[in-house]
């Protein structure tokens, strides 16, 4: 496709990009523009799919806001040409040229802009008189999907905000492209924490030894039936683990499957809350939060033990199901019991999904881990 643009040339510390400003035609850009959606089939992929919120018809919405109010979009849309492009230089002045622009194909890939671009296709299609809006453009020829998920990722996260589970999905994929000196400098120590988090939670979720397997709701995957959890509800606990000095340079891979033992042990202990998982909070908030805390006691007591397995997790697992009399707290003085996880009969401690009850019931379990012990 042929464009008048100008062109500009940008650097920074990591090398040099030529960007081109051009204005489109709202009817030939439209139907031009691909989105590299991240789903599991395509893991490289870095957006999510269009919120339906934004782009209806109520107060607030990309569509309203072209069909029925300002409908000016002044901030240009960002895209990217996967091929060769050429630029034959017309103007020059001294920190930009005039020229046109051959991008060879005529696919464009949205790195920021894809709710305008959709809110743009969605009035079109109520008045084709908006296939003549102007649409600033600013594009670039980056020659790798992930410089544009990087780029897509900083745009995003760092100025506007992306949802978390998403920025998950884009550490991982930097942490196994870039290796972890890149993302901790990129990042920080909990960028490149949270990218170990998000490996883990894949294995329990993709081996067929774990509880886990297939339970967990992968960013992008389709709802289906086993699935109890999203991924991002077991980051934050995830994290908390890696943070404990018992797993400062312990493998990912070791982590994770002291956790699928960990939880095979909770499963013998309480296999009702897992043929069951949808009426039991066992797998859920707060139960899987508060129990992913509680590893970290169990591993330590087991480490103390001498012996980092299942059977010694579930021996000190089954100390829940004992009496402790002089616990503080007299949900916790008996056995806690299926029961207990019930979301129809369940105490509060056991069935209240906020995050002051999700810290007061790890606190109260590791009271009675304590106290049966001794």
């Known amino acids: 496709m042929k464009l008048d643009a100008f062109k500009l040339t940008q650097s920074g510390n990591r090398g040099v990009a030529d960007i081109y400003i051009t204005v489109f035609r709202a009817g030939d850009l439209v139907y031009r523009c691909k989105i590299d959606r991240r789903t599991p089939s395509n893991p490289a992929g870095y957006q999510r799919m269009p919120s339906e919120q934004r782009l209806s018809m109520i107060r607030g919405s990309a ?158 995957e389709p709802k289906q039936m086993d699935h109890i ?5 077991m980051i934050q606990s995830i994290t908390l683990i890696l943070g404990e000095h018992y797993f400062k340079n312990m493998p990912i891979k070791e982590i994770a499957y002291n956790l699928i033992d960990y939880w095979n042990a909770l499963y013998n202990i309480y296999p009702e809350c897992f043929t069951d998982p949808k009426g039991f909070s066992l797998l859920q908030r707060p139960g899987m939060p508060a129990l992913n805390r509680l590893f970290i006691d169990i591993y330590g007591l087991a480490l103390q033990e001498g012996e980092i397995t299942e059977e010694t997790m579930y021996n ?59």
């Open 63 to 220: 569509v309203r806001y072209l069909v029925r109010e300002l409908g000016y979009f002044p901030t240009s849309i960002l895209l990217n040409v996967r091929g060769n492009v050429s630029f034959s230089e017309e103007k020059s002045q001294s920190w930009f040229s005039y020229g046109l622009l051959d991008t060879e194909a005529d696919d464009f890939w949205v790195i920021d802009g894809q709710h305008r671009i959709e809110a743009l296709r969605r009035a079109i299609a109520r008045n084709r008189d908006f296939e003549d809006y102007p649409v600033i453009a600013s594009i670039l020829r980056l020659p790798d999907r992930f410089d544009e998920m990087l780029l897509f990722y900083i745009v995003n996260r760092r100025q506007k905000g992306v949802k978390t589970d998403l920025v998950y999905r884009h550490l991982q994929r930097m942490l196994i492209r870039k290796g972890e000196e890149w993302l901790l400098d990129l990042e920080g120590k909990r960028g490149l924490t949270q990218s170990y988090a998000i490996e883990i939670v894949d294995v329990l979720n993709k081996e067929p030894v774990s509880p886990w397997y297939g339970r967990i709701r992968e960013v992008g």
């Open 316 to 374: 000190l697992l089954k100390r829940l199901i004992v009496e402790t009399p002089n616990h503080p707290v007299p949900e916790f003085r008996y056995p806690i019991e299926p029961a207990f996880w019930g979301f129809s009969s369940g105490p509060v401690y056991g069935v209240t999904p906020t995050r002051q009850n999700i810290q007061d019931l790890y606190d109260n379990l590791q009271e009675k881990i304590w106290l049966a012990g001794s």
């Open 229 to 233: 959890i999203n991924d991002s509800d």
